[in-house]
T-cell receptor
Framework: KNEVEQSPQNLTAQEGEFITINCSYS?????LHWLQQHPGGGIVSLFM???GKKKHGRLIATINIQEKHSSLHITASHPRDSAVYIC??????????FGAGTRLTVKP | EPEVTQTPSHQVTQMGQEVILRCVPI?????FYWYRQILGQKVEFLVS????????KSEIFDDQFSVERPDGSNFTLKIRSTKLEDSAMYFC???????????FGQGTRLTVV
């Protein structure tokens, strides 16, 4: 059974700080997703990774397949980045397993 | 920008009643999914659907649940006889292929009373 662990559970930062959220998983995967969940509950897909690194604006996601680990970085954090960030892994064709999420609060 | 649309946003139903949650996936997407999130818990996979049939389902997706694509645009999740523990946020998602990014709807909050 593939377990997905995220750290930290909660993170508070000051505006402008560099943020790192970590995700580790226990078995080989076909893809890893980073998702953002806003207070209203809606989920937005940020990245899908199977190797290497992706960048979109101030967000950077990396994955190390050998170490079964991924990180999501936010540069120059802003209060509007406050949300729950969820790591999810797909190791078969369709089933996805989700981490518990990291609640990020960015204070002005 | 194309998006996945779910209706209703919130549904309250009595225990034992049947509910149908509706989703309109992105038009050129071929793979459809349902997930649920019980309040305060992780998001959980329920079922995936491709080519008019279920391609994979989790242990949660028992005989009380069914999915259907009744026409070219809608994708529905039916819960036959709701239980209190079915109260959750239900998310629909779609993707172009099985290996591409999934796009999520805003969710339907189901409250069973």
């Amino acid at each position: 059974k593939n377990e997905v662990e995220q750290s930290p559970q909660n993170l508070t930062a000051q505006e402008g700080e560099f943020i790192t959220i970590n995700c580790s998983y226990s078995v080989g995967i076909s893809a890893l997703h980073w998702l953002q969940q806003h207070p209203g509950g809606g989920i937005v897909s940020l990245f899908m990774l199977s190797s290497g690194k992706k960048k979109h604006g101030r967000l950077i996601a990396t994955i190390n397949i050998q170490e079964k680990h991924s990180s999501l970085h936010i540069t120059a954090s802003h209060p509007r980045d406050s949300a729950v960030y969820i790591c999810a892994v797909r190791w078969g064709l369709y089933d996805m397993r989700f981490g518990a999420g990291t609640r990020l609060t960015v204070k002005p | 920008e194309p998006e996945v649309t779910q209706t209703p946003s919130h549904q309250v139903t009595q225990m034992g009643q049947e509910v149908i949650l509706r989703c309109v996936p992105i038009s050129n997407h071929l793979y459809f999914y349902w997930y649920r999130q019980i309040l305060g818990q992780k998001v959980e996979f329920l079922v995936s659907f491709y080519n008019n049939e279920i391609s994979e389902k989790s242990e949660i997706f028992d005989d009380q649940f069914s999915v259907e694509r009744p026409d070219g645009s809608n994708f529905t999740l039916k819960i036959r006889s709701t239980k209190l523990e079915d109260s959750a946020m239900y998310f629909c998602a779609s993707s172009e292929t099985g290996n591409t990014e999934a796009f999520f709807g805003q969710g339907t909050r189901l409250t069973v009373v």
